[in-house]
């Protein structure tokens, strides 16, 4: 996409349909201030927060993955557009996140240990909160000590962890093993999500369910929830 081109075009007088996909060149080039024009600007024409978040940035970003993956985009553009991707979701964060909703459940949630990916995370947790859960969001690169001193302290109900590296998935393994070991396991609900999991490997690795994105992540948690308040 050449700057020239952009300089002259007005965001707001895209139709929707041409709107969508120039967010998604905007995000793949990093453009911070457009993708917030551009939320503003859907949002306005009525749009749900939900769709604007999947359609225009999860979408766009799917674009940059593919691109990464293949060598055409490097780390610094790709941080670019993880930048302009989280000033989108800022915009979109309260507007999700339902202040006046019940607590359903309390979730503690971080990515794994050598993974600094968090863009997946942070939507799960937005999206969670939306729905009623209390969040606990540990970050980033978190080791199994950190996760066990939240759920402790926290009082949880739920373990979500998230991962987008295949080397650092089996560090889910990890934590879930040592929670057996500490004869804890079964007093969580744990919930593992990340590009390059499945539902097999959740399995394999001992977690209640694996979630393929956030909306599942909710819908999850909840069946989860309601479960368990029926056994109380
Ligand atoms: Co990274 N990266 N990256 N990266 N990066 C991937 C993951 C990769 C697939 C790109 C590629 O090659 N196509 C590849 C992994 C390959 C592999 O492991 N097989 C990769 C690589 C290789 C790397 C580095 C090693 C690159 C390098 O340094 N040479 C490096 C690793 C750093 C590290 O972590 N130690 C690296 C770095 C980075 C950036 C820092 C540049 C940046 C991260 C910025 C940030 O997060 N703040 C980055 C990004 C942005 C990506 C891609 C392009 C996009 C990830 C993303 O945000 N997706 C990614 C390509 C891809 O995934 N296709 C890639 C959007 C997000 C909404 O989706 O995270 O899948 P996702 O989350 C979804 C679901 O998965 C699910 O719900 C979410 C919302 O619907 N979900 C959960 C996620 N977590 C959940 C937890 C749950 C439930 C559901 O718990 C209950």
Request: glycine residues 10%.
């Amino acid at each position: 996409m050449s700057n020239e081109e952009d300089d002259d075009l007005i965001l707001s007088e895209l139709p929707d349909d041409e709107l969508v996909p120039q967010m998604h060149d905007d995000l793949y080039d990093g453009m911070a201030d457009e993708i917030a024009e551009g939320v503003d600007i859907l949002l306005e024409r009525g749009w749900e927060p939900y769709d604007v978040l999947t359609k225009a940035l999860v979408e766009g970003m799917r674009i940059v993955g593919i691109d990464f993956r293949d060598g055409i985009l490097f780390v610094p553009e790709v941080l670019l557009a993880a930048g302009a991707m989280k000033r989108g979701m800022a915009i979109l964060k309260p507007l999700l996140v339902d202040s006046g909703a019940p607590q359903l459940g309390k979730l503690v949630i971080g990515t794994v240990k050598g993974d600094i990916h968090d863009i997946g995370k942070n939507l799960v947790a937005m999206m969670m909160e939306g729905a009623g859960f209390e969040v606990v969001d540990l970050g980033i690169n978190n080791p199994v000590e950190s996760y066990l001193e939240a759920l402790d302290k926290e009082n949880a109900d739920i373990l979500g962890m998230s991962a987008l590296l295949t080397t650092t998935m089996p560090y889910m393994k990890v934590v879930i093993d040592t929670m057996k070991e500490q004869g804890i396991r079964d007093d969580y609900i744990v919930l593992v999500g990340g590009a390059p999991l499945n539902e097999e490997f959740g399995k394999a690795i001992g977690a209640d369910s694996y979630c393929r994105d956030a909306a599942v992540a909710v819908e999850t948690a909840k069946e989860y929830m309601a479960r368990k308040h029926n056994q109380l």
